[in-house]
């Protein structure tokens, strides 16, 4: 194909072309919004080919101009885009989706372009909306807001378990008898000589983290904070009828573990998920590990990614006060809260263990063209009482770039706000409730012997406690699946996963990722769509559909 478009001016700074191209974007976002259900989830392999082959070669020489960039973002390039990601068939990972108010409040937010780093006090008030954003999240949990005095807002739970980590890192290091007071490695770097675990400990032991079956990012985290992957340590309980998938701590072993680093003042990070990525299983016994850390002096760090937020449902009340033990604490907002990518949210009991860590050095301070000035002239006669303490407070917070990674960063907790406000406690629940729904009737389906269960067999299957005689169950809202031994799938055949998952999603009814589970190759539906399951919405039959056609081959 030959690149359609002509240089053009540059600039064009008339209201007439943004408002022209602001139509076009909204009419397709319209057109989208309403399409997006019973549209296919992914483009066609010819859709992806044309928006490639329209992707122009170098860079025009003088610019298309807005009409025409907004053209060919809209007919060539959008074409190619994953189109139902958002949707409420797509079931890969677990990928949430927006929420109206939250994608409206995105793209007024884009059109502030507020750079959320230093708080102005006298210019915008942006920070308290964050700050109130992160409180509410808490609100939501029934955590109360002063639990958790370090926060900030990230760009995804990777980000946030980065932080743990840090944070973890440097608050054992102050307590470590082996360097000298004050000491943190985002303050002074890698202190010499460092032991790796294993090695009998001349100079300064390593921290280790202690884990079972972590998300991946931990190991990111590890690597990026100088902690190491190898001193990630997995130490899972042998899987039982109890500890199905393993996701158990081998308490002996972890208390073994924890008591050996104290002994040598070794710093220890233990890290427990709640909702593991693969299964949506949890780690069981949480305070039993609390109290483990608290007596060996470890850091517990808590990937609530997008678990967390089953608390909201009565059966896993419980996480709430297990929550309540981090020291630090993961929650992804662009999961299950259907908030808009990038967005992800980090707590620290003590505000001090995020600004030790991200804030700036103890040496040098703030450079001077990130100091804030506030503006004390400005009036306070006729000022309502409320209206000051709230000016105070506005004053008083901490300018976002000393909580986080970034300095500057987009304003992503308006969409947050935005979900927060549209939903509140009831629609979230009622998202959450409707997807581990949708979950357990595939489920369902999949294990009766006369529908799915001819073809399929379910992997990650709990049962349930309180009635044994009912029929199989999934934690929370992923399926895990293979074909059963009779199907043209047999799990003996190392092809099988890759070939039922190509025969499902080539359908392009549904959209599923695979996995393996205990050596074996799996499929995972993970459902966490506002939209999904709603009624009259035929998403159950079209999963249904669509793994019906697969298994015929
Ligand atoms: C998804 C996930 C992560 C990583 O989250 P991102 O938002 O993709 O960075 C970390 N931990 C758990 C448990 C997750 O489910």
Redesign the pocket.
Known sequence: MTWPYKDTMPIDSAPETFIAGLTAVTDHIQHRFSELNDSEPIPSRREIDAALQALPSALPRSGLGVDATVHHLIKDITPGLLRGHAGSRFYG??TGGVTPASQLADILGTSYDESLQINFPDATMAVALEQRALDMVLDLLDIPAEWFKGRSVT???????IMGLACGRDALLLQSPHLPEGYTIAEHGFPPHIATVGQSPSSVPAIKVLTVK?????LKAAAITGIGRANVLDIPAATSEENPWGLAFDTIRLEEELCQADSLRQGVIVVV?????NTGGFTPNIPGIEALCRKYHAWLHI?????GFAALLPQYRHLVEEMKLADSL?L?A??WLNVPY?T?MFYTRKASDLIRSFGPSPRLGTPAYLQVHADSATATVDVPDDVLKLREWLSGLTSPLNCGIENSRRFRALPLYAGLLEQGKAGYTDIIRRNCDFAQRICAWLTDPAKGGKWYTLVNSVEDAANPASSAKVPLNIVLFRGSHASCYPPSDMSSTTRLLHAINRQRLIYVTPTSWAGVGALRIAVSNWRTGLEGDGDFEAVITALSVAAHG
Request: charged share 15%; aromatic share 4%.
């Open positions: 990972l677990v760009t995804g739970a990777t980000a946030s378990n972590a998300h991946g990012s931990i998920t709640l909702g593991e990525v990937d609530g990614a997008f678990g993961t992804d662009h999961k990038d992800a």
